[in-house]
């Protein structure tokens, strides 16, 4: 840090000259006459400010129209699968093997699914719970099963004049039914089926999860609830009726936060008038919603054990949502569970609580509120997967955002995008870390390309369709990347070392798959001229710290930097030539920002053509520099990254992961990846 802070003052200093030259023009709005032959965007001298003004809109793509899902369930590795476009007498199982990028039908059930959910990636069960058939009178309960992550399937169980309650998959050939209030096991696959007792409760619900399961319902005296750690080989009371210990301490404490203690008497007859709405296990305790809407409209209690029946403490209590509050989609018993967050349904979407206690916040919209039935499969609390009436969707932060998976609308914000000659392109998404997916015609159809397990991208840059780098992160550790045939191998480049090993990286550009250069986050330059295996630090750069760097070939290296004033508001941002990255640079064009504006720029360069963009501005330039035209982005755009290809084709990048596509040189914009 202290050698950070020395280079950084160094560099102050040797740009004093530059800034007192234009520090009054920033601040009095007047032309700027800078030194050493700096151009604006027109060639001439002055460098006005090029802060946006325009109205513009930007062109979207329309997405495709959405599809219903009824359940949708991931496992780790991007596997998963979801039941889609059910019609009177059929559903559709699809499959995905890249967390939803690219999805195929699996097959075709023979009647209407309700239910789905596998124990690994080859083992899988689907089901109907049976009841009233529209001109057919009574259809039993039906459970199919698959060997061969759903390729193919076979009817493994027929139920009987019952309809089934709930279905859980506790492991590959284990299997739990609840039937007219009883609880029936199976240990191999369903062809047999025992009846196991839950004494002094009448099942209506049952969960599996990680081998420990949850069963719910109605004793004699109230609502009910037994936990097993052993994958139902024995069970235990979680809930005794009426409530005692600590159980009941969380329930009155919520009678009191609700204030309702005063009005409802004894608890034990309180608890009488309520009942479990759900019940999720969570390793050795649960989770457990409890309803009573005798007592209050719309009041709910969810109750959490870490560890059983002697630990009960209150996690969240809603109370007042009569039938108006609730067709809003509000009081609605929680979806699931994940790392100590919340899910439940919301008017058009989900909401979302972070931690015990903490309100639940409504996110980004995923359907119609008159068609928003919601099947949740949460991953973690920023993690989670639904089957809306719009199609599949995924959200990567806590359900602030959704992007739909199905039916495909591209692959979502952007982490890194880089376009290639011919209107081919890569992009990493947001929602499929670790996935490169592919364009071949300007973005408007995508496939998954390649994947890089365990390794978030940061960086994209490639030189051809069969060269290129990724720089991002793994395991919380800096990883830089390089293929030379497409993708197929790659092989790890040794990152710069400082005192405190491998420095931390901002900025990659390679010229070939030997000469490249990398800013790291304190503004430090470093060149390799053998692929990564020895680095050099260059001196400080002499007009500021670079924001971003760009190749022409290996002849030329471009950097864009800022400088800010000393003690004033405002600063210049420039775009400098360096012969191969060498250490000498000249001075192409500089405009100030101003006062109160960040200091960011983004840069690049394909051949004889620059770009630069900053503050809603964006300079062309197609002869190296020696001359610039300013072009107007469209309001909405503040790009994070810039990119070029062709002669005329270049993406850009915003903060959200919005990737707009211009093919004549930046003078229109569509979006071609966003959050769909």
Excluded at 323 to 342: I, K, N, Q, S, Y
Excluded at 636 to 644: D, F, G, K, V
């Amino acid at each position: 840090m202290r050698r950070a802070a020395v280079r950084l003052a160094a560099r102050a200093l040797a740009a004093a000259a530059l800034a007192g030259a234009v520090v009054a023009a920033v601040l009095l709005n007047l032309p700027v006459h800078p030194p050493g032959g700096l151009r604006s965007p027109s060639g001439m001298p002055e460098a006005p400010d090029i802060v946006a003004r325009f109205a513009a809109r930007a062109m979207r793509v329309a997405p495709r129209p959405g599809a219903p899902a009824r359940v949708v369930d991931f496992l780790p590795g991007g596997l998963g699968w979801a039941i889609a476009g059910c019609g009177p007498s059929s559903c559709r199982v699809l499959g995905t093997r890249d967390d939803g990028l690219s999805w195929r039908v699996l097959w075709r059930a023979p009647g209407v699914l309700t239910g789905l959910a596998f124990a690994d990636g080859r083992t899988g069960y689907a089901w109907s719970l049976g009841g009233a058939c529209p001109g057919r009178g009574f259809c039993p309960a039906r459970l199919w099963a698959t060997r061969d992550g759903g390729a193919t399937w076979h009817l493994a169980a027929v139920g009987g004049r019952v309809a089934w309650s709930a279905v859980a998959v506790a492991g590959a050939r284990t299997l739990w039914v609840v039937v007219g209030g009883e609880l029936l096991r199976s240990v191999d696959g369903g062809r047999l089926w025992t009846l196991v007792p839950t004494p002094g409760c009448i099942p209506e619900g049952v969960r599996f999860a990680a081998g420990a399961g949850v069963v719910w319902g109605r004793g004699a005296a109230g609502p009910c609830a037994e936990a097993s750690a052993g994958e139902g080989s024995t069970w235990r009371p979680l809930l005794a009726s009426p409530l005692r210990g600590a159980a009941a301490a969380a329930f009155s404490h919520a009678l009191a936060d609700l204030g309702l203690s005063a009005f409802v008497g004894p608890l034990p007859p309180v608890v009488a008038a309520c009942r479990v709405a759900g019940a999720w296990p969570a390793g050795a305790g649960a989770w457990l919603a409890v309803r009573c809407d005798a007592v209050d409209p719309g009041m709910e209690v969810v109750l959490h054990t870490p560890g059983g029946q002697g630990g009960w403490r209150l996690a969240w209590a809603v109370a007042g949502c009569d039938a108006a509050c609730r067709a809003a989609g509000g009081g609605e018993t929680p979806l699931a569970f994940a790392a100590g967050a919340a899910w439940r349904a919301a008017p058009g979407g989900v909401a979302v609580s972070p931690r015990p206690n903490a309100p639940f916040l409504s996110g980004g919209r995923l359907c119609p509120r008159s068609a928003c039935a919601v099947r949740l499969d949460a991953v973690d609390g920023r993690h989670a997967y639904a089957a809306t009436g719009g199609g599949v969707f995924v959200t990567s932060d806590g359900g602030g955002h959704w992007h739909r998976l199905w039916p495909a609308a591209g692959p979502g914000p952007a982490l890194a995008a880089q376009p290639l000659p011919g209107g081919a392109g890569v992009v990493a998404p947001a929602v499929a870390p670790g996935w490169l997916v592919r364009t071949a015609d300007g973005g408007r159809t995508w496939r998954p390309w390649r994947h890089l397990a365990g390794v978030t991208v940061v960086r994209l840059d490639f030189l051809s369709s069969r060269v290129g780098f990724v720089y991002g992160t793994r395991a919380g550790t800096g990883i830089l990347l390089a293929t030379a045939d497409g993708g197929r191998r790659w092989r790890a480049v040794p990152l710069p070392s400082g005192r405190r090993g491998a420095v931390p990286v901002g900025e990659v550009a390679f010229a070939s798959p030997s000469l490249g250069v990398v800013v790291d986050r304190y503004g430090d330059m470093w060149r390799t001229e053998d692929g990564g295996r020895r680095w050099t630090l260059l001196p400080p750069l002499p007009f500021g710290v670079p924001q971003a760097v760009a190749w022409e070939a290996p002849a030329t290296l471009y950097a864009a930097v800022a400088q800010p004033r000393r003690g004033l508001e405002g600063g210049h941002v420039a775009v400098l030539e360096s012969r191969a990255g060498e250490g000498s640079w000249r001075p192409l064009v500089a405009w100030p920002w101003p006062p109160l504006g960040p200091a960011a720029a983004v840069l690049a360069a394909r051949g004889r053509r620059i770009g630069a963009a900053a503050y809603g501005g964006l300079l062309m330039s197609g002869d190296g520099g020696s001359t610039w035209t300013e072009l107007r982005l469209p309001s909405a755009l503040r790009p994070s990254s810039l990119a070029l290809a062709g002669a005329s084709d270049g993406w850009l990048r915003t903060p959200a992961g919005d990737v707009y596509a211009t093919s004549d040189g930046g003078r229109t914009w569509r979006e071609i990846a966003g959050s769909g």
